[in-house]
């Protein structure tokens, strides 16, 4: 029996802001009679991630594929492999049976095929809804939490600045630092986005960056003794500015630059001089490097969930087919919260 997949590929490399024309929704059988010797995975793709990183796949070029292998080159016509949760529909693995349902690395479409070493594991829901293990319990929460602690090391009445506050990642960097005691402050792309970090996720307070003229006399309104932390998502001139507005043995975790992801002509320039005489610590992380802390991780933000001390912050989409407006729409500041595409149902 053959199932017909459908699945996104970008028909080029994409260097610059990425457009509905660079994508293309292909179709192609995959046979679900298994050879029993193929020790294969077919898993039916139920919730898949999108976030900025896959953009440094598309390129033609960046310093990032040659560093990781979650972010290795993306090659124009072939399927694109993302976090995901799924069911599997066949299996020759003795590890995983017709049914289990599974977290790791799916492909942008509605099937994938896992040879034996994937990256792949049965989930244990706990109770809680498929999407919230792709974000708030997958690896942008582990982002936010490693990131956060393992880095940052937050104390009780620390200043903490977070950009991109309403992103994947933000979000939960702003109320694990609220629940660790600290003052914290965002900034996002629209009133809406302000109006929701202060009344939905208990930020001390927030600005819309889009209407500063200028952020560093910004930054010193909303911070007048000084920034202990900034988790930086958005590198550039926020980054410039904050370094500037760090306190002595200031600690900054660099966990994405999307402001330079379009624009290679543009870099953050930070005064070095403030790095050294202030004692910053920057440091730049990927989650896979904390897969150590994974279980603490998971064991800490589901009670959050529990007790309603953590708010999920979701932006879910419906269908294959919505995969490039998805991923399109963080590049355009649309996006409220952690991005998801519903692919099926369980």
Known sequence: MDVVNRYITINNHVNGAPQDSDFELKASPIALSLDPASNVVIV?????????????????????????DFAVAIVPGEA???????????????????????????????FTVIKAGGMLNKLNTMGFPLSYHVGILGFSGLTAYAGLFEICKPKKGEKVFVSAALGSVGNLVGQFAKLSGCYVVGCAGSKEKVALLKEKLGFDDAFNYREETDLN???KSYFPNGIDIYFDNVGGEMQEVAVSNMNINGRIAVCGVISEYLDSEKRAAP?????????????????????NIFGDFLSTTCDHLRTG?????????????SIPSAFISLYRGQNIGKKIVKIAEE
Do not use: C, H
Not at 50 to 66: E, G, H, T, V
């Open 44 to 68: 039916k793709n139920l919730y898949v991630s999108i976030d900025p990183y896959q953009l440094n796949r598309m390129k033609s070029f960046s310093a990032s594929q040659k560093t990781s």
């Open 80 to 110: 694109i492999d993302t976090y995901g949760v799924g069911k599997v529909v066949a299996s020759t693995n003795p590890e995983f049976d017709k049914g289990d349902i599974v977290v790791g690395l799916l492909n942008w479409g509605e």
């Open 217 to 219: 006399s910004t930054l």
């Open 271 to 291: 005064s070095m001089i403030e790095v050294i005489y202030k004692r910053i610590k920057i440091q730049g992380f990927l989650a896979g490097d904390y897969l």
């Open 309 to 321: 001390k953590i708010q999920p912050l979701e932006d879910i989409s419906d269908g294959v087919e």
